[in-house]
């Protein structure tokens, strides 16, 4: 039976999304399933918008697609808040994302960041990220989603 409690309370797990539903949360959903990517990167901003606390060590979640469709299950295992000027080498490379550089990673970022859709989202057309910006630099490992 405690086997049955635990997948009741799975079902109780927020999702997590990255990036924006199309090609590139496929991709990275992808990276995240081949075990490539073990972290990502957040703007704090986004969470003082959202009304949310950050992260923290221990929190579950079930990562999604594009469909909205659960694939597997994230489990936070590290969190720094730094600045964007700030993040380095090893956290660009653990976003599985081939990045061999900061300075490749806060491009894709800053894309990513200075885009439209995001831009939208922020509800700010002009929104932009500096080297001050606070990020929230977050580790995790991944499981699979319980049996059923």
């Not at 405690?2 to 079902?11: A, D, G, Q, R």
């Not at 990255?18 to 991709?27: E, I, K, N, S, T």
């Not at 994302?97 to 491009?107: D, I, K, L, N």
Request: glycine fraction near 8%; charged fraction near 25%; proline fraction near 5%.
């Amino acid at each position: 039976m405690p086997e049955e409690k635990s997948l009741l309370s799975e079902k109780d797990l927020p999702v997590s999304e990255y990036g924006f539903p199309g090609a590139l949360r496929d991709q990275l959903v992808a990276a995240i399933l081949r075990g490539e990517k073990t972290a990502t990167t957040s703007l704090a901003v986004e969470y003082e918008i959202e009304g949310e606390a950050l992260p923290t060590v221990g929190d579950r979640a079930f990562v999604i697609d594009s469909d909205g469709e659960p694939v597997c299950i994230e489990e936070i295992v590290g969190v720094r808040v730094a600045r964007l000027a700030d993040v380095d080498l090893e956290h660009a490379i653990a976003e599985g994302e081939g990045f061999t550089t900061v300075a490749e990673w806060r491009v894709g970022h800053e894309g990513f960041w200075h885009g439209a859709e995001y831009r939208a989202a922020m509800g700010d057309p002009t929104f932009a990220v500096n080297d001050e910006t606070t990020v929230v630099l977050v580790q995790f490992r991944t499981e699979p989603l319980p049996q059923v």
